[in-house]
């Protein structure tokens, strides 16, 4: 184990420190949105300078922008510019200086708000060709990407600046890697290739995990070698019980990373959902009615079997899947067809999870996949083509057969296919950019059919000009388990109407890294909470801290959302945990008082405590938090059923 590795790690800058210390001040309330926007509808904003093939949101007004090496007209330190800083208020940016090729490369945040970027590609010049010096040089001056580990601080003042140091690179080449942040904070870096190319390949497939900070040197997963070729960007996500859910190609498993040992689980039905089929994936919201057990929801993608994935056909023809798949792994090993298809199939959506519980599926097309090359078939050089212009809701809450709609949803601008990316912003709207399957930058005046795309545009969800929550005594930190604390709402905040107090709700939200159509570490968690409603038409919200289990929303920066009736306020910016790495705190549980309402109260509101959750229904609940505990155990379970088939970790 490397016993040094704290001295490698930047601390958080006094920028980012100050970030939180603003929104600290117990006079700061939510506010409303003062961006405009037309609810439902799709608005270009700005130009982010480069394209935006990976991103996050780092600061409230902070988007982080990183491309790969190419000859983009925005100049930074004498060179082509592939990163910047979006200000989502101004709708400016700003050139920020990455020296490696971040081609393809992976990221997440750890636990104490330091953002990594970890991996990408060989140095290259004009048309992506491979440089002649991988340390330097005309025309780009770019280093070889392919052990990078890039960290960056976010900041308000625009004074931050990427760390691209050699001294801190990885022992071996990482292209696609996998990043997903732990229970202490630290980040697990999981698999990709050595050169690239469309899909891996046994010659220099890296079917290996490592940490950061390091904890040595790679250790094998054998499922990275079973599930080539398509096993880029493998799908992974820490469930509840501590385990991980690992999904690529065919293949599925569930990982017990601690005791490094492999659980192979059914394959997963219908279709290929990691790259280059790039399905739209995520984590269902965690909240007190299901206890906090995670549900992982698949959607499209495509059906090419391991010998397919070549490139002598004419793949950008070939239809994307439209079925959408869905697994509880601390609960169960199967896999259940979710009853509901996408209306047209889709590789590279992209799913982000709306504060009002809903998930929003915008980006990609309707045939081929991901990926791009000198083919005679491609279109252009793109191996996808009809992109898909209509954005899509899913509510996890409705009957089944009306979960999926896209009724009223305005349209995209342009396309936004392979190399584009989304994240969630405070205001709940959502930020939209990039699209570029092109080996080099390709003007959007030059008349290709798929140009690159650095134009942003922002969609305005329904809730998004209706009068927003403005609770007080909002928190700036959170920790596991400890005391409760209480929100005032006004009766401004309700609607008028005490009947809306059973619906109002605290959300956490991970946004995540954003490529390839996922985001690395996104996640919905809702407090548990009661109510007390006052005969002036105020109430109070007494909410509880985080689960006492760093599993189900694990330390660092995330966003806090007061929800009433379906409209959110305009977030908080919190930090969850202690702000450092390592072992978390973790308190007992303080119960929470039994909800109750003002006797005047009508519209059949009803008294005492409940239990529920979904938009605009009641979702307060009695205290749940102790239901959870028993998610570890559960999964020891499963786990013993599937042990006959375990692999231990080489």
Not at 380 to 391: E, F, I, R
Not at 418 to 431: A, E, R
Not at 508 to 513: D, L, N, S, V
Request: glycine share 10%.
């Amino acid at each position: 184990m490397t016993r040094s590795r704290r001295l490698r790690l930047p601390r958080p800058t006094t920028n980012l420190l100050s970030v939180l210390l603003v929104l600290a001040t117990p006079s700061v309330r939510a506010g409303q949105p003062t961006y405009p926007g037309t609810p439902l509808q799709f608005k270009l904003v700005g130009d982010a300078g480069v394209s935006a093939q990976q991103i996050f949101l780092g600061a409230p007004n902070k988007v982080y922008v990183i491309d790969k090496t190419e000859n983009n007209p925005v100049q930074v330190n004498g060179h082509p510019a592939w990163a910047s800083e979006y200000n989502t208020d101004t709708d400016q940016y700003r050139p920020m200086d990455v020296v490696s090729n971040s081609f393809c490369a992976g990221g997440n945040v750890l636990g104490n708000g330091t953002w990594l970027n970890v991996g990408g590609n060989q140095a290259i010049t004009w048309g992506g060709i491979t440089a002649a010096s991988q340390t330097g040089g005309p025309p780009y001056d770019n280093l070889d990407g392919g052990k990078a580990i890039r960290l960056l601080n976010p900041c308000s003042d625009s004074s931050c600046q990427w760390i691209d140091d050699p001294a801190l690179y990885m022992t071996t080449r990482r292209w696609y890697p996998t990043l997903e942040t732990l229970e202490d904070g630290s980040i697990i870096i999981v698999g990709g290739n050595q050169w690239g190319g469309y899909v891996n390949d046994a010659g220099q497939n890296n079917p290996t995990y490592e940490y950061f900070p390091s904890r040595g040197p790679p250790i094998g997963l054998n499922i990275l070698n079973e599930t080539l070729p398509a096993n880029l960007f493998p799908l992974i996500w820490l469930l509840p019980s501590g385990n991980m859910l690992i999904q690529t190609n065919w293949g599925a498993e569930i990982f017990d990373y601690k005791k490094n040992i492999e659980y192979p689980i059914g394959e997963i039905p219908h279709a290929v959902r990691t790259y280059p089929g790039s399905a739209a994936t995520t984590m269902l919201p965690l909240t007190p009615a299901n206890q906090w057990t995670a549900t992982v929801l698949f959607c499209g993608g495509t059906n090419l079997q391991p010998d397919q994935w070549t490139v002598t056909w004419n793949i950008a023809a070939y239809p994307a899947d439209a079925t959408c798949v869905k697994i509880t792994p601390d609960v169960s090993q199967n896999w259940i067809d979710e009853g509901e298809t996408l209306p047209d199939g889709r590789s590279m959506g992209s799913f982000i999870l709306l504060p009002d519980e809903t998930i929003f599926l915008s980006c990609g097309a309707n045939t081929g996949t991901a990926g791009y090359g000198n083919d005679s078939w491609a279109i252009g050089h793109s191996y996808a083509d009809n992109p898909l212009y209509t954005a899509l809701i899913y509510d996890p809450n409705k009957p089944l057969g009306s979960r999926m709609s896209s009724a009223g949803l305005g349209k995209l601008n342009v396309e936004r296919m392979y190399h584009s990316s989304s994240t969630l912003l405070p205001d709940g709207s959502v930020w939209i950019s990039g699209s570029n399957p092109n080996p080099d930058f390709v003007s959007p005046s030059s008349g290709a059919k798929y140009p690159t795309r650095s134009s942003v545009e922002r969609f305005f969800p329904a809730y998004y000009n209706k009068p927003r929550p403005d609770p007080q005594n909002l928190p700036t930190t959170l920790g596991y388990g400890g005391p409760a604390w209480n929100i005032t709402l006004q009766a401004s905040d309700l609607g008028g109407s005490m009947s809306n107090l059973p619906t109002a709700k605290v959300v956490i939200i991970r946004p995540g890294f954003s490529t390839h159509a996922m985001n690395m570490g996104q996640r919905y968690v809702q407090l548990d909470s009661t109510y007390t409603g006052n005969q002036d038409g105020t109430a109070t919200l007494h909410v509880q801290q985080l689960p006492p289990n760093p599993a189900i929303l694990v330390p660092g920066p995330a966003m806090l959302f007061v929800v009433v009736n379906g409209v959110p306020s305009v977030a908080q910016w919190i930090m969850v945990g202690n702000g450092q790495l390592g072992t978390q705190t973790i308190n007992a549980v303080e119960p929470l008082p039994s909800s109750s309402m003002p006797q005047n109260a009508q519209n059949g509101a009803g008294t005492g405590s409940g239990s529920g959750s979904g938009t605009g229904s009641g979702n307060n609940h009695s205290s749940a938090a102790g239901a959870n505990y028993a998610l570890p155990y559960m999964a020891s379970i499963v786990l013993a059923g599937l042990a006959a088939g375990a692999m231990a970790v080489l």
